[in-house]
């Protein structure tokens, strides 16, 4: 059975799109195949209020490794063909998210053949840069203005010490408006990575967002729809870059980026 894609949507800074881009991104790839799409936000777990879901089961009750013909049972349903794997109902506690409890569920659900998409938190935690290592394609959304961009270069300087590759990073453009003083154009020679594209901030979504109707918000014929298809030809046409060879499964990993690790526990 061939792989889901896996792609991870990041930032370091909150606010700027990760979540929504998240959605529309999954809505788009289970037009095609079986999606899940994680929340890996631990801090602020918002997919079960976005998408209204249950949140039952969700990554606090993943069980490890799944066999490919069970995992849709460790999922919730959301559209025939988009599964959602909700965020731990406990807040704060590191170990209601753990890295290995990411890895057991990202691997299980691309082995199953599912896409993958990762909406992750600001900020590294074990399970984000769990999903950042697994990840075929890490996007980073920004927001036109200064306090988003910035953080991009410090994230662009530490990629060799976190051991990610970054030639699986590509940033895009979530907000654009017209008269805002970064463009697009700007920030393609500001960005450390390579822009994907751009989606327009959207009145009509936000509305649509706070009636409770995402999928309407985010289906393909709307700007922000459009715009989220246009990127992901960026990336689905694209070969992701090689991924170093698996480590052993629950090995590994989390000792290779320990440094990181330990000092964020500490
Ligand atoms: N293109 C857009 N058009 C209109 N509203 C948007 C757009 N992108 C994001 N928003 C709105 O902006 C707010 C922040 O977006 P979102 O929650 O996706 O950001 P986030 O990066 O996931 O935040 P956090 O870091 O808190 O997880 C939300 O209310 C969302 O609906
Ligand atoms: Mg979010």
Do not use: C, Y
């Amino acid at each position: 059975m061939a792989k889901g894609l896996v792609i991870a949507l990041w930032s370091p800074k909150g606010g700027v799109g990760k979540t929504l881009l998240s959605v529309a991104i999954a809505l788009r790839l289970s037009e095609r195949q079986r999606t899940a799409i994680i929340d890996g936000n631990a801090d602020n777990p918002d997919l079960v209020t976005l998408l209204q879901s249950s949140s039952l089961p969700n990554i606090g009750t993943w069980p490890g490794r799944v066999a490919p013909e069970e995992v849709e049972d460790h999922l919730v349903r959301w559209t025939s063909r988009l599964f959602v794997l909700p965020g731990p109902t406990r807040f704060i506690d590191e170990a209601v998210l753990s890295g290995e409890a990411m890895e057991a569920a990202v691997r299980s659900l691309s082995e199953a053949g599912l896409h993958v998409v990762v909406d992750l938190s600001a900020g590294l935690r074990d399970s984000t840069l769990v999903a950042l290592d697994l990840a075929d394609w890490v996007l980073l959304p920004v927001t036109p203005d200064l306090l988003a961009l910035t953080p991009l270069r410090r994230v662009a300087r530490e990629l060799d010490f976190l051991k990610l590759p970054a030639g699986k990073f590509r940033v895009v453009v979530n907000r654009e408006a017209e008269g805002q003083e970064i463009s697009p154009a700007d920030i393609r020679e500001l960005s450390p990575f390579p822009v994907l594209g751009a989606v327009p901030s959207s009145r009509q979504t936000a509305q649509a967002i706070n009636r409770g109707d995402l999928q309407a918000a985010l289906a393909a014929s709307t700007p922000v729809g459009k715009a989220v298809a246009a990127v992901l030809r960026g990336i689905v046409e694209t070969e992701p870059s090689p991924q170093p060879a698996a480590s052993a499964f629950g090995a590994g990993l989390l000792a290779r980026l320990w440094p990181i690790a330990g000092r964020e526990g500490a």
